[in-house]
């Protein structure tokens, strides 16, 4: 133990040789933060205070919207350093800080996704009940509980990762403290790490996972019910915005984390991490905000 040297900084090396390139990356990478900023803040602004986006789903792309901003302002600025200067520092605590953040993010967005899956799935499948069901106190109860079980779950996977030892490696092959580079680090036994992540993938990950996929099957036998091709066409354009961004979301994480990573390089692995830190919540509001005439009226009304 005498030849360890405890680790208090971490150093990510980004995207290295980079070169001619490195200038006009970082400007596209600064240029679609700014933008995911200034859309998901008008988004949350504008179900704030517009009453004709008082409905559920908005409600709920309202939280999504939050998520993802959270999540951009967390990763994106150390992306931003590692593209400048090849690589950036981090302290150890830092590192957590932005892991538990990160983890955060991701888990309430799997449980948003769920909850607005039930919200179309009973929109198409039950309308005749739907606003008694989907009322502004079970919203707030769905959006409160996708918080609680965010915040619950995210702690146990952090804290085995702040408890391990690191101790003469602190270079990270990533842009951001993402939870398996990290633990690489650790000069400690990660066994019970690597579990208890798994135990908590089948709770956040899996099962929402599986409801929405439960939910979209319920939704597509009943459209298919609907004799008029307008009618169907109607009930798909109601949910189809959710299902791309349930497409992008599980797409990319089921690609970094599922899919075996022993064929992938590490720079697949940063690119691939790139569409769910920096490109999703880039296009979500984007995704639904063009979808939605409720939306584009609002914005008219405010600016005229």
Partial sequence: MNNHSMVTEIFLLGFQHLDNFKILIFSLILLIHILTVYENALVIALVTVSRGL???MFFFLQQLSFSDLLLSVVIVPTLLSTVMNEGAKISLIGCIVQLYFFAVTESLQCFLLTVMSYDRYLAICNPLSYS??????????????????????????????????????????HFFCDYFPLLELSCSDTSLAQILVMATTTPVVLIPF?????SYICIAHEILKIVSSIGRQKAFSTCSSHLAVVSIFYGTLIGIYVVPTRNQS??????????????TPFI?????????????????????
């Fill in 54 to 56: 008082q409905s559920p």
């Fill in 132 to 173: 008694s069901l989907m009322n502004h106190t079970f919203c707030f109860q769905l959006i409160a509980i996708s918080w609680l079980l965010a915040l619950s779950f995210t702690p146990v996977t952090v804290i085995t990762a702040a408890t391990q030892e690191f101790c003469n490696q602190n270079t990270i092959n």
């Fill in 210 to 214: 599986m409801l929405i996929i439960g």
């Fill in 266 to 279: 590490q720079t697949v692995k940063k690119v691939i991490s790139l569409l769910y830190t920096v490109v």
């Fill in 284 to 304: 979500n509001p984007m995704i639904y905000s063009l979808k939605s005439a409720d939306m584009k009226n609002s914005i008219k009304n405010i600016i005229l």
